[in-house]
Every structure is written in structure tokens, then in C-alpha cells.
């Protein structure tokens, strides 16, 4: 028998290869305001990116008055405004508001035509389905974006469930994505869970607060931070198929 009925699996840089994901659409969304591509830009635009959701998921950013009120799932003007912001950091402010929705629509829509997968994310997937697991999909990026990226890299039919953090309003680690998710599949304890990322702070330190066991998917061989306490880790997703 398994010991875990669901596996939640992250996404972006647990089943798909982000870096060169996100390098593509960079060049996409550069070449669109006919700027020449360098990897020193890249690196800032990765930089910035990263930190603006961090921020964002630690409540760093402020609103303008018009958007305090929403709560839970978001509008379109919420989330347009909100993905422009990073945009108008990256051109220091010399777009405005319009032209950064319109270059975050072209860098959305590249983010899903070159999709590369994790190694062995095809194989582990196949087995821990064929193996019975229920297998769910929590990522803080949108919807739409992980049905393409799944299909993409031909493993959308051993996923049962994409839950996004547009979906519910908030982002991992927020206990509120996990009340969603616990509220779409019905009916399961809190031991059944397992989830399986490459970050500390969203997917593992998301279990941690959440109080259900965690995988820490640790590629890069990086020192762990001693306020994380991964119920295990592994450097290669095939250690699943041993595990579980
Ligand atoms: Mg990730």
C-alpha cells in the first residue's frame, strides 16, 4: 500500500526546466522592443523577476488604490497590472503602464513555446500514476500556461489535477492554497499528502506550515537553510520511483 495518496508536484524547476524556459522568452519579449539580447540582462531580468515574486508573496508590494479591495481569486486588471510591475522595473520606468502589459502578454505566450523537461520527469511521472498515486499540480505560476507547458513535455495525462495560485488568490506558502486544494479534492487527511519542489521556502516550507510531509527536490546540490525540515530529499526526480 502507498503511504501517501496524493503527491503535489511543483512545476517550474521541478518538472520543467525554467532557466532556459524563461531565457527563450526573455529573448522573445527583447527582441519584440527591438533591444539586442545579452546574458548580462537576462541575469538582471531573472534577477528581478524572482525578487518581485518573493516580494510579492511576502506582502512587499503596494497596490494602488483601486486594486486594495480584491481579495481571493483576482481580476484581470488586478493581475495585469500586478505582472507589469516587474516589467516596469526591468525598463526602469521608461514604458508605461500599457506598453508593460503588452510586453508581459508577449513574454507569457513565449513561456510556452519552448518547454523543456526536468530529466526523468517523464518516467517518474508515468510510474508514480501507473502506481495509483494521485497526482496534482500546485504551482504560483497561471492556469493556462501549466496545461500548455504539461502538454508540452507529453505529461499531462498522469496529472489529475492543476491547481494555480490564480485560481485561489494566494500563492504557496500561504495556508490559503492549501485550504483550496483541500477543498477540490475532498475527502483526504492531512497524512495522505506529499509534496514534491525545488524550493525551501514555497513548496517545502508551504508542508511545513501546512503540517503535511514534504520532498525537497535539491538538483543543485545547495546547502539547506536550518529553518527548513524536509520530511526527505532528493538530487533526481527517478529517486521517486524508489521512495514511493
Ligand atoms: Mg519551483
Redesign the pocket.
Known amino acids: 500500500m502507498n503511504k501517501y495518496k496524493i503527491l503535489i508536484f ?5 518538472l520543467i526546466d ?1 532557466l532556459e524556459n524563461v531565457k527563450y522568452a526573455f529573448k522573445i519579449m527583447i527582441k519584440s522592443k527591438n533591444e539586442e539580447y545579452n546574458e548580462e540582462n537576462f541575469i538582471r531580468w531573472y534577477q528581478i523577476d524572482k525578487k518581485f515574486w518573493h516580494d510579492w508573496q511576502d506582502g512587499k508590494i503596494t497596490l494602488p488604490e483601486h486594486l486594495k479591495g480584491e481579495t481571493g481569486k483576482k481580476s484581470n486588471e488586478f493581475l495585469n497590472w500586478l505582472r507589469a510591475q516587474r516589467i516596469l522595473i526591468y525598463f526602469n520606468n521608461e514604458v508605461n503602464l500599457d506598453e508593460a502589459i503588452n510586453l508581459n502578454n508577449i513574454y507569457m505566450d513565449a513561456l510556452t513555446e519552448n518547454v523543456n523537461a526536468i530529466d526523468g520527469a517523464y518516467e517518474t511521472l508515468e510510474y508514480l500514476s501507473n502506481k495509483g498515486y494521485y497526482i496534482i499540480i500546485a504551482t504560483n505560476g497561471p492556469k493556462v500556461a501549466t496545461r500548455d507547458k504539461l502538454l508540452k513535455i507529453n505529461c499531462i495525462n498522469f496529472v489529475n489535477e492543476i491547481l494555480s495560485a490564480d485560481m485561489f488568490g494566494y500563492m504557496k506558502p500561504n495556508k490559503e492554497f492549501f485550504d483550496g486544494i483541500e477543498k477540490t479534492l475532498n475527502n483526504y487527511n492531512i497524512e495522505d499528502y506529499l509534496i514534491i ?3 525551501l521556502k ?2 517545502v516550507g508551504f508542508a511545513m506550515r501546512c503540517n503535511f510531509d514534504s520532498c525537497w527536490f535539491n538538483k543543485n546540490n545547495d546547502k539547506i537553510d536550518d529553518k527548513y525540515k524536509p520530511t526527505m530529499t532528493i538530487n533526481k526526480l527517478r529517486e521517486l520511483i524508489e521512495i514511493l
Do not use: F, I, M, Q
Open positions: 511543483d512545476l517550474d524547476d521541478t525554467n519542489g525545488d524550493s514555497s513548496d
